[in-house]
């Protein structure tokens, strides 16, 4: 099956800083998206970006499916970032099934 | 629109036990699904839907039944519950097909089985 490898597991960062994560995926995909877990652990959709780029206030995300990969941007980082950032991929043809990367753990220190 | 609503939020159960954990939405969107997620991982499919009276397995699909008799709702069944399906449990939704835009989560069902 795809494989979903995000990059890094974890990250630290101080308010004010600007950072990117990071999505590898080993399959054609139809569709990709970037979740948020916040310590509640409520899942918010930040964007559906199966090909090129989209930007929403601080975060924007861009997705090179020919190469396979997605960036999520995160800029001037805010404490209320912290938690974890999934990607989820889903493959060419399989419609509706998403498969999650393991998360980066986001940290932001005030 | 309330999206895509789960209850209970929370559940003990103890082992043997049996319970239906119910998911509807508002959206009338033909595409359900149900997820577990276990600490420090990411979300697994259990079961999933394309429409009124068409389910399939996803990929661990063991110890739970699904079934689908309306647009609006997706409840997941757990027929004699076991501790390894202590877990938080995530419904969710999309329109059909390629394309269509991304899939939309309830808020969880945090489920412990003693």
């Known amino acids: 099956g795809i494989q979903v490898e995000q990059s890094p597991p974890d990250l630290i960062l101080q308010e004010g800083a600007n950072s990117t994560l990071r999505c590898n995926f080993s399959d054609s995909v139809n569709n990709l998206q970037w979740f948020h877990q916040n310590p509640w652990g409520q899942l918010i959709n930040l964007f559906y970006i199966p090909s090129g780029t989209k930007q929403n206030g601080r975060l924007s995300a861009t997705t090179v499916a020919t190469e396979r990969y997605s960036l999520l941007y995160i800029s001037s980082s805010q404490t209320t970032d912290s938690g974890v950032y999934f990607c989820a991929v889903e493959r060419s043809g399989n419609t509706g099934k998403l498969i999650f990367g393991q998360g980066t753990t986001l940290q932001v220190k005030p | 629109n309330a999206g895509v609503t789960q209850t209970p939020k929370f559940q003990v159960l103890k082992t043997g036990q049996s319970m239906t954990l119910q998911c509807a939405q508002d959206?009338?969107?033909?595409?359900m699904s149900w997820y577990r997620q276990d600490p420090g991982m990411g979300l697994r499919l259990i079961h999933y839907?394309?429409?009124?009276?068409?389910?399939d397995q996803g990929e661990v699909p063991n110890g739970y039944n699904v079934s689908r008799s309306t647009t609006e709702d997706f409840p997941l069944r757990l027929l004699s519950a076991a501790p390894s399906q202590t877990s938080v449990y995530f419904c969710a939704s999309r329109e059909f097909g390629t394309n269509r835009g991304g899939q939309f989560f309830g808020p969880g069902t945090r489920l412990t089985v003693l």
């Open positions: 959206m009338n969107h033909e595409y």
């Open positions: 839907s394309v429409g009124a009276g068409i389910t």
